[in-house]
């Protein structure tokens, strides 16, 4: 069974730091991996997403995740972290076509980001 | 263009009775996924539909089931209400023909209170 840990519940940075956000996926296959980010009282939005390919990904507002096989990891990294940026964030795995997981994302528990003035 | 779009935004139930909760999807969308998020227990999968027909199914009990419609747009069903069903409820949605699940579009979510 897919599962996704996210170790760390809330991480507080001061704004203008460098953030990472760690994530660990078990999964039988290449995964399809994905980091999500919802604000207060809104839905969840994609940031970026990993199929295949460079394991460095970019995704929208600056974010950055590198797919690391060997360490059955996904990290999400900014180099500068803004106050807007201050939200939940998502790791999540995403089940392949023609196994029972198939359509189905399993989300890790969440990180919520503070950011200091 | 219209995001997803889920109504209500918050419902509130008693003990038993059953809830209806609606999903429209981004135009020209046909997968519809819901997700529960309860505190403590993180976002879980409940259900997939693409086409009119589940295609998928999360683990949960069968008093959860759903339907999707002729124009995609979709509900959600919670019979016999127990109070752990008090949750945000999620909707997504994607495109045909896009690799699965390769960009979901969610909505804001109803807010089911269980009293």
């Known amino acids: 069974a897919q599962s996704v840990t996210q170790p760390d519940i809330h991480i507080t940075v001061s704004e203008g730091a460098s953030l990472e956000l760690r994530c660990n996926y078990s999964?039988?296959?290449?995964?399809?991996l994905f980091w999500y980010v919802q604000s207060p009282g809104q839905g969840l939005q994609l940031l970026l997403k990993?199929?295949?390919?460079?394991?460095l990904v970019q995704g929208i507002k600056g974010f950055e995740a590198e797919f690391k096989r060997s360490q059955s990891s996904f990290n999400l990294r900014k180099p500068s972290v803004h106050w807007s940026d201050a939200a939940e964030y998502f790791c999540?795995?995403?089940?392949?076509?023609?196994?029972?997981?198939?359509?189905?994302?399993?989300f890790g528990q969440g990180t919520i980001l503070t950011v200091h003035p | 263009e219209a995001g997803v779009t889920q109504s209500p935004t918050h419902l509130i139930k008693t003990r038993g009775q059953q809830a209806t909760l609606r999903c429209s999807p981004i135009?020209?969308?046909?997968?519809v996924y819901w997700y529960q998020q309860a505190l403590g227990l993180g976002l879980q999968f409940l259900l997939w539909?693409?086409?009119?027909?589940?295609?998928n199914r999360g683990n949960f009990p069968p008093r959860f089931s759903g339907r999707q419609f002729p124009n995609y747009s979709s509900e959600l069903n919670v019979n016999a209400l127990e109070l752990e069903d008090s949750a945000l409820y999620l909707c997504?949605?994607?495109?045909?023909?896009?690799?699965?699940?390769?960009?979901?579009?969610f909505g804001s979510g109803t807010q089911l209170s269980v009293l």
């Open positions: 990993y199929f295949s390919g460079d394991t």
């Open positions: 997504a949605s994607s495109l045909r023909g896009q690799t699965l699940m390769e960009k979901l579009f």
């Open positions: 999964y039988g296959a290449t995964p399809y």
């Open positions: 135009s020209g969308h046909t997968s």
């Open positions: 999540a795995v995403g089940g392949l076509a023609g196994g029972t997981s198939y359509g189905k994302l399993t």
């Open positions: 539909y693409d086409e009119g027909e589940e295609r």
